[in-house]
Structures are given as C-alpha cells and as structure tokens.
C-alpha cells in the first residue's frame, strides 16, 4: 500500500511539474505587452495598470504603461509609434482620437504586432477588435437616471472631451432623453483634458445671474465629477444634480456623502487583464494578422467584448469602495 501511495504521489508531483514547466516554456523573458493611453496618472488608468500587472505576472511576461499625462492625442500617437518601434508581442491601446490613431495601428498590424483597442475604440482602423464598455448602453443607464431623478422635466450640461467613446455615451444619454422632450440639453461642454475647466464652466452657471439654471451637471468622463461637485458645494447648490463617470475612491466618497447622485462603473482593470491575455493568446498561436475578419462567420476573433457596466449610487457605494479598499490591500 506505501509503495502505491508513493508512486501516486510521485506521478501527481511528476504531472504538476509538467505543467508548470509546459506553462513557462511558453513565454520567454523578451515577451512584452504594452498599454498606450492618455491622462495616464488618472486613477481610472492606474486600475486598468493593475489589471495589466497581474496578467503579466500570471504569464510571467514583460509589461509596460505608456502615454501623456494630459490629455494629448498627438503625443499618444507618437508614444504608440515609440512602443512599436519596440517590437513588442503585442500593444493595448486606449484612443483619444481615431482618425490620428488608425494609421499608427494599421502600420502596427502591417509589421506583424497584434492590437486590440480598449476603452476607447478605432473602428476603421485594422486593430483586431475592441475590450471595453458598450458605451452606448452607459449613456442610456446614466440618462434613465436623470429622467427618474428629474421627473422628465429640467436643464442639463455635459462635460465631456471628443473621444468616440465620449460620444457614444453622449448618444446614450440622448435616446433616453428622446421620449422626455422637457429635459433640455443646454450645453455640451469639452473641457479639453482639464476636469479644472469643468469646475469653472459650472460655477459659471451656478453664479452668474444670467446664466441659464441648470438641473444636471453630467460628466462623460473620470475626471470631472469631483469637480463638479466642489464647484456646487462651493455655491451652495445642493439642490443640483450631479451624475459622473467612473469609481476612482474620490468619487465613490462624494456619493457616500451626497455630492454626487451617481455614477456609471466600467472595469479597467477587466479590459487591461483580459487584453495582455488575449494579446498572449494571439501571439502564441498566430493567425494572418492582415484579413479582414469583421464579416467571417468562423473568425477566430470576436469583434467586441463587453466588460460591463454598471450603476453605482447610496444603495451599493459601500460594495465599491470595499473591493477598492480589498484590492489595494494585495
């Protein structure tokens, strides 16, 4: 009997040795993936960098972080050029601007690097398909939210930057808004990369006397909220309703606190994990980078997947922020 319990034994170490070995013959030390964003220091960014670390460390693979720290689509474009004169075995890429970005992607998947947009998608470019939020569905979560809160009737302001996903969400707010003809869109407000600018757009509209009321302050985008809700404490204007983007730990506490009605949560760091490993997954087992996929019934691709959304508000604020607080302890 102990010499078939240590044969069993042996075979299982045998067997697991095997496999960790197989695993790591995989990969070699040189294996790089890459993230390209902007705003690179907004905490939003910072989570999807932990995403992007702990699927490298899983693969045992090389990772980087690269981008402005602003919001700069010309110098993202030369920092994506900068990663591909790398060679790395595969690029991320978070899109300010599409139509500066697709040619930067197609001359990546013409020299044999895979892309895979996140985020923030460039449909007309070559990369092999998008991880992120169905944006469009954001939008439409967050504008159901205003009309309940508003009774279908008042005046709203966006702030927002021209990036695709921006407007996809813009979109989203608008068909919820379609059937609601008493809520007013007043101004769709860009505040360039700079949640400062948001500050002072509205408290532009909090006091100046002829300035039109407004109802809603509704940000697009991770930045402003905080902001936003600084510029209404400041005014006195509780009253105001403020529903922002994103659960960095500033936002999340102004909701606990009642500055902030809500927010739409999205998963970073979802969209950089599952990126580096599908990113790993197309490197190992290559296919012909240059087809067209988009209307292949039997694409070894997908076109988008969705990494959810989701409304965050008094009810589960607390549920957020323990995962934040769980995860930072790690």
Sequence with gaps: MKILVRCAFLT?????LF?????????????????????SKLPYWQTARSGLEKAAAVYGVKWDVRGPETYDPQAEVQEFRNALALKPAGILVSVADAGLMKPAIDEAIAAGVPVITVDSDAPDSKRLYFIGTNNLQAGQIGGQ???AKLHGKGNVVFYTMPQPNLEQRLKGYKDAFSDHPGIKIVEVFNINGDAGNAFDRTTHYLAAKDAEKIDAFICLEASAGKDVAEAIRRQKATDRLVVAMDVDESTLNLIKEGMIDATIAQKPYTMAYYGLKSLDDIHHYPFDLKKDYSWD???????????????????NVDVYLKARSEAQAK
């Excluded at 019934?297 to 009810?315: E, I, M, R, Y």
Aim: charged content about 15%; aromatic content about 6%.
């Design 12 to 16: 299982a170490v045998a067997v697991s």
């Design 297 to 315: 019934s039997f694409s070894p691709v997908p076109a988008f997947v969705d990494t959810g959304v989701s409304l965050v508000d008094k009810v």
């Design 145 to 147: 939210r205003v009309v």
């Design 19 to 39: 496999l960790l070995l197989g695993c790591s013959s995989r990969h070699d030390t040189s294996e790089r993936y890459i993230l390209v964003t902007v705003n």
